[in-house]
């Protein structure tokens, strides 16, 4: 494991898009699993400034994403589908049916989860997961629980998620109490993963994801079993 530990968000962010265009200069069919939340959100302007400065070429790119709201459809502003359309693929020449997000508001879900990694199968695995990390240790919304799950799944939000997330929404209230996420197989099945995250506040979980031991309870620390896995962090 690589732990990058950078000055400030900026520079963070200047990493992450570089390791990410490296692997789109290098494949440029390149499947990509992306992530929502505030820390990608830098890489994603960078990555947009090299794709308009003709860095980079996001046209022959597929991504998927690791999770999305139940109950939220991609007209919502506050649904992941949305937020990667606003924040990236509307910015970039990535071809938009080659973007995948779980559907949260499939009528069956379960269908959805399995198609999901039928995709992803299909598709030839991820080339780089691109992940941030919840203050209770999930990545995608695996969240703590006493065994991890391989495959894409519904699951329960936990409290601290849910408070975590409702700065993005009106009320507490608003935020979702269920999500589909991409499992364990899908991440660590990724050839390549890439984990940013910034703020004090995070510290002490990466620690006891990377330094502590591997347990389902910090869903995370499997990332210690991955063989190529880069972590960027800053305290700013
Ligand atoms: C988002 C996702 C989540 C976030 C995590 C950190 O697609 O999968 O695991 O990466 O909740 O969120 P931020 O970056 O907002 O601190």
């Known amino acids: 494991m690589k732990f990058i530990t950078v000055e400030n968000y900026d ?8 390791i990410i265009a490296a692997q789109i200069i290098s494949k440029p069919n390149s499947i990509l699993g992306l992530a929502t ?71 069956n879900p379960e269908k959805e989860c399995a198609n999901y990694d039928k995709l992803i199968e299909e598709l030839g695995g991820i080339d780089l997961q691109l992940l941030g990390i919840g203050l209770d240790g999930h990545i995608g919304f695996n ?18 998620t849910i408070e975590a997330n409702a700065r993005f929404f009106a009320s507490k209230d608003d935020v979702p109490t269920k999500a589909l996420t991409m499992g364990m197989g899908g991440i660590m099945g990724a050839k390549k993963v890439l984990l940013i995250a910034n703020g004090k506040n995070k510290k002490e979980i990466l620690e006891k994801a990377f330094y502590g031991p591997i347990t389902p309870e910090v869903p995370a620390s499997i990332l210690q079993l991955h063989p190529d896995v880069t972590v960027v962090y800053s305290e700013n």
């Open 11 to 18: 520079k963070l962010s200047r990493i992450s898009a570089n």
């Open 37 to 107: 939340g505030s820390s990608p959100v830098g890489t994603y302007k960078k990555l947009i400034e090299y794709n308009k400065n003709g860095d980079i070429d996001f046209s022959n790119i597929t991504s998927v994403n690791l999770d999305e709201y139940v109950g939220l459809d991609g007209t919502n502003d506050q649904s992941y589908r949305y937020f990667m359309n606003d924040n990236l693929f509307s910015h970039v020449n990535i071809d938009i049916s080659k973007t995948n997000v779980p559907n949260g508001c499939a009528e």
């Open 143 to 160: 969240e703590p629980d006493n065994c991890f799950t391989k495959e894409t799944h519904m699951v329960t939000l936990d409290p601290s």
